[in-house]
């Protein structure tokens, strides 16, 4: 494990190293693609100061949401500690933060959604290297398979075999990151966000049989019942595209063309 780099007198965070990585490279996703469709590739560095902006505030209020008994005597410190970066909360406070400035720029509509879906499932890629390369807690339950691993110097350190579930989530979402640029170009406006909805959803929800997190309710965690309403609202959306238009396809000049009778 590698949760800090030293670098002469400089102690570097690996966490925070991918946590700016993951939003580099989402900035370079998404400026590809707003050239590809014709708008300011500027607008990538405004996406994601606005994403990382609202992500740190929207994570750090839902830890403290989640976890109030614990912090509740210091709520304004852990407010603005640097651990306990929790994801759904980052994913809220960072959408609404990027829906404002698309507001303010004229992009608020379908489109924006479908320029994130990739870039979102590459950042959590990378995001899970810095859990793995810290061993912050993110890791598994106990399993002794041919791939487990011990995490005796990470930030929550342990020396019993389990899951490496970073490195899980790492492929899952790469994956999903490099299908979903693959499919760019061949769904209706919002298809490609929903399907994002849908692939992450069913991702956190199989990984949690995986981790350590307490169940809520139901016999599932508090990440699983989020995952299961990400999958139920993308499955929900494809749905009403295909009954509305009769097809997820995305619409060309050229199907619009029909030849004439006889022709």
């Not at 990027?98 to 608020?108: D, E, I, K, P, T």
């Not at 041919?146 to 995490?151: D, G, L, N, V």
């Not at 069913?202 to 990400?230: C, D, G, K, P, Y």
């Amino acid at each position: 494990m590698y949760p800090e780099i030293h670098l002469g007198g400089v102690t570097l965070q690996t966490f925070g190293l991918m946590f700016a990585l993951a939003f580099l490279a989402a900035g370079a996703l998404i400026a590809r693609r707003l050239g590809e469709i014709g708008k300011p590739v500027d607008w990538a560095y405004e996406m994601g100061f606005s994403a990382l902006a609202g992500g740190i505030v929207g994570s750090r209020i839902y830890f403290i949401v989640q976890n109030y008994d614990s912090v509740k005597d210091d709520l304004l410190g852990n407010l603005f500690s640097g651990s306990g970066l929790v994801w759904y909360g980052g994913a809220i406070g960072g959408a609404l933060a990027v829906l404002l400035w698309a507001w303010y720029r004229g992009f608020l509509g379908l489109a924006l959604l479908d320029l994130a879906a990739p870039a979102l499932a590459l950042g959590y890629a990378i995001g899970r290297c810095g859990c793995q390369l810290s061993g912050d807690g993110d890791y598994g339950k106990p399993w002794d398979g041919p791939w487990a691993m011990a995490y005796p110097d990470g930030t929550v350190p342990t020396d019993r075999t389990v899951h490496p579930t970073p490195v899980y989530e790492t492929l899952a979402m790469g994956l999903g990151a490099w299908m979903l640029w693959q499919l760019r170009d061949r769904f209706r406006a919002g298809v490609l966000f929903a399907i994002y909805l849908f692939y992450a959803g069913a991702e956190r929800f199989l990984i949690e049989f995986l981790r350590r997190n307490h169940e809520v309710a139901l016999r599932l965690t508090a990440a699983q019942l989020e995952s299961l309403a990400m999958m139920l609202a993308g499955a929900l959306w494809i749905l009403a595209v295909q009954r509305r238009h009769g097809s997820l396809a995305k619409v060309t000049v050229a199907d619009t063309i029909r030849p004439a009778a006889g022709l």
